[in-house]
C-alpha cells in the first residue's frame, strides 16, 4: 500500500519569499513521485517528477523538489514566489510495480501569496 | 500541452435526469482515470480503465458507471443524479510506462439541483 502526507492544507507567503511545500509518502517499494498544481475551475497539471536518477528535479515555473529516500520526503520549493503561484498543489506517488489504480494523491495544499 | 478533453466543462441539471460526462484522449494511452473532487478537497479515484472493454472501481464508491468501448474513448455516466452528485469529476489518461505522469482533462464542473 501507498500513501502520500501533505502537510499543511493551506500555505501563505508573501510575494518573493520562498515557497515550501511539503509531502512525504510511504511506499513499500521505490516510488515514482510527482507534484501538480490546479488553479481555479482547471485540471491538473504536472509541475516535476521523479522517477530515477538524480534526486533534485526542476520543473517548470521555477519549481524543483529534492527526493530524500532516508527521509521519505518529496517537498515542494521555489525560491522567490510570484503572484500567479497561487494555486492548489497536489502531491501523488504511483507505485513502481506500475498497475493502473496506483496513483495515490495527497489531500492538496493551498498556496496564497500575499502582495 | 495535454490532448484530453471533457466536456461539458460546467452543468446544471434536475435530480433524476440521466447524465453522460465525456472524456477523450488523443494520445492513445490505454490507462484512463475518472477522479471526483469537492471544492477545496482531495481527489478520489472511482473508476479506472486498463484499456478497451477493461474497467474497474476505484477507491471511492460511487454510482455512476462507465465503458471503454474505444481507446480514446471513456465516458462517465449517472443514470438518475442527486444533488449528492454535485461535484467536479477530472478525467485523466497515462501511458503505460510505471513512472509516466497522468494528463488531466479541465474537469467538469456538475451541479444537481
Known amino acids: 500500500a501507498q500513501s502520500v502526507t501533505q502537510l499543511g492544507s493551506h500555505v501563505s507567503v508573501s510575494e518573493g519569499a520562498l515557497v515550501l511545500l511539503r509531502c512525504n509518502y510511504s511506499s513499500s517499494v521505490p516510488p515514482y513521485l510527482f507534484w501538480y498544481v490546479q488553479y481555479p475551475n482547471q485540471g491538473l497539471q504536472l509541475l516535476l517528477k521523479y522517477t530515477t536518477g538524480a534526486t533534485l528535479v526542476k520543473g517548470i515555473n521555477g519549481f524543483e523538489a529534492e527526493f530524500k529516500k532516508s527521509e521519505t520526503s518529496f517537498h515542494l520549493t521555489k525560491p522567490s514566489a510570484h503572484m500567479s503561484d497561487a494555486a492548489e498543489y497536489f502531491c501523488a506517488v504511483r507505485s513502481s510495480s506500475g498497475s493502473a489504480r496506483q496513483l495515490t494523491f495527497g489531500s492538496g495544499t493551498q498556496l496564497t501569496v500575499l502582495p | 500541452e495535454a490532448d484530453i478533453y471533457q466536456t461539458p466543462r460546467y452543468l446544471v441539471i434536475g435530480t433524476g435526469k440521466k447524465i453522460t460526462l465525456e472524456c477523450s484522449q488523443t494520445m492513445g494511452h490505454d490507462k484512463m482515470y475518472w477522479y471526483q473532487q469537492d471544492p477545496g478537497m482531495e481527489l478520489h479515484l472511482i473508476h479506472y480503465?486498463?484499456?478497451?472493454?477493461?474497467?474497474e472501481k476505484g477507491d471511492l464508491s460511487s454510482e455512476s458507471t462507465v465503458s471503454r468501448i474505444r481507446t480514446e474513448h471513456f465516458p462517465l455516466t449517472l443514470e438518475s443524479a442527486r444533488p449528492s452528485h454535485t461535484s467536479q469529476y477530472l478525467c485523466?489518461?497515462?501511458?503505460?510506462?510505471?513512472?509516466?505522469?497522468?494528463?488531466f482533462g479541465q474537469g467538469t464542473r456538475l451541479t444537481v439541483v
Open positions: 480503465s486498463y484499456g478497451v472493454n477493461s474497467t
Open positions: 485523466a489518461s497515462s501511458g503505460d510506462r510505471a513512472g509516466t505522469e497522468a494528463f
